[in-house]
T-cell receptor, first 110, second 113 residues
Framework: GDSVTQTEGLVTLTEGLPVMLNCTYQ???????LFWYVQHLNESPRLLLK?????KRTEHQGFHATLHKSSSSFHLQKSSAQLSDSALYYC????????FGTGTSLLVDP | EAAVTQSPRSKVAVTGGKVTLSCHQT?????MYWYRQDTGHGLRLIHY???????EKGDIPDGYKASRPSQENFSLILELASLSQTAVYFC????????????FGPGTRLTVL
């Protein structure tokens, strides 16, 4: 079945440094949608960005990601971390159903 | 603005008791979902529904039942609550077409003692 792998459980960064959260996926579905959801403390997850198109950069709120079907990856990046970026980030795959990864907690220190 | 509400927002239940978590959406969405969230496991799908009066098993359905009496309402039922079911439960809805966004409710914190 479908699966999403987020290798880092916790990423700790200093404010101003670049962010990269890894996401790889497996599916037999040839045209999956990939999503990044963000969940701040004591809130519910909300959509950060999504992509369907191979090799096209998608941007939202300073974050960006590019779907690479050749490597089954959809890594989340940001050029400069802010304190307010501290949150739990989920990568999700929509093949035949929506499947979430286990999440990566991002902690940005001053 | 898409809206998903859940009740109760928190609940303490006794082991062996029955618990019903309710979810209501005003998005006119076809798909509704129940997830549980545990540290280290992320969001795990319990049950989902794509039409009223029908439910489907998700990845971890054991110990849970679901009911979708109308398009707007989706309930999660724990007939015999157990300690291992202590978690935060999220309801979500999605239109169901392609890459539509999934909207989450505020969550219910369930503690089983």
């Amino acid at each position: 079945g479908d699966s999403v792998t987020q290798t880092e459980g916790l990423v700790t960064l200093t404010e101003g440094l670049p962010v990269m959260l890894n996401c790889t996926y497996q599916t037999i579905y040839s045209n999956p949608f990939l999503f990044w959801y963000v969940q701040h403390l004591n809130e519910s997850p909300r959509l950060l960005l999504k992509s369907f198109t191979d090799n096209k950069r998608t941007e939202h709120q300073g974050f960006h990601a590019t779907l690479h079907k050749s490597s089954s990856s959809f890594h989340l990046q940001k050029s400069s971390a802010q304190l307010s970026d501290s949150a739990l980030y989920y990568c999700a795959l929509l093949g035949y159903k929506l499947t979430f990864g286990t999440g990566t907690s991002l902690l940005v220190d001053p | 603005e898409a809206a998903v509400t859940q009740s109760p927002r928190s609940k303490v239940a006794v082991t062996g008791g029955k618990v019903t978590l309710s979810c209501h959406q005003t998005n006119n969405h076809d798909y509704m979902y129940w997830y549980r969230q545990d540290t280290g496991h992320g969001l795990r799908l319990i049950h989902y529904s794509y039409v009223a009066d029908s439910t489907e098993k998700g990845d971890i359905p054991d110990g849970y039942k679901a009911s979708r009496p109308s398009q707007e309402n989706f309930s999660l039922i724990l007939e015999l609550a157990s300690l291992s079911q202590t978690a935060v439960y999220f309801c979500a809805s999605r239109a169901g077409a392609g890459g539509d966004e999934q909207y989450f409710g505020p969550g219910t914190r369930l503690t089983v003692l």
